[in-house]
């Protein structure tokens, strides 16, 4: 995931997105990568705990120059999207594991991004949340286009995207299509 989402470069072979070598792009230049074409959705998080669910999600934005109005508007939509309208107000420690899975989701889409990096989505959430989730995965990939890598230990999960890779010990061992319909 740390390869893919340009958090880290590879030692070797070589990785080309949009046009880009990873191994020999600028630190800039992949910054802007990461926040203009890839959403992160870390199996930890990764939210600012002294700051509302509201602005955890309109971070991403901040770093791109979306205005505040824009970004209010948008942070909404999203945090809507993933049912969490009822809590934006409220701090990552007042909220349930769930809750910031599903705002973490919701930053992850902010930026427009067209590739989505998805750390175990659905762990800490309850069947009905992580059902909703996946829904909304879903429809990100098939109504917008947008490429969804679902990091997952979950059969059950795997079984619905389009492609399944199986790693081991960082080496592809297994590759086969998944029942998702495109």
Do not use: W
């Amino acid at each position: 995931m740390n390869i893919i989402g340009v958090l880290d470069r590879p030692t070797e072979g070589e990785y080309i997105l949009d046009g880009v070598d990873v191994a020999k792009a600028k630190d800039r230049e992949l910054s802007g990568i990461r926040n203009q074409k890839i959403g992160f959705v870390f199996q930890t998080y990764n939210l600012i705990s002294r700051t509302s669910a509201l602005r955890n999600v309109e971070l991403p934005m901040m770093y791109a120059g979306v205005g505040k109005k824009e970004r209010q508007e948008r942070a909404k939509h999203y945090l809507e999207m993933v049912g969490m309208q009822d809590r934006m107000t409220h701090k990552p420690d007042e909220l349930s594991g769930g809750q910031k899975q599903r705002v973490s989701i919701a930053r992850a889409m902010t930026n427009n991004p067209s590739i989505i990096l998805a750390d175990e989505p659905t762990g800490a959430l309850d069947s009905k949340t992580g059902r909703r989730i996946m829904d909304i995965f879903h429809r990100l990939n098939q109504e917008e286009g947008k490429t969804i890598v679902l990091i997952t230990h979950s059969n059950e999960l795997a079984e619905e995207t389009q492609r399944i890779v199986t790693l081991k010990d960082g080496e592809i061992i297994g590759e086969r299509k998944g029942s998702a319909v495109c």
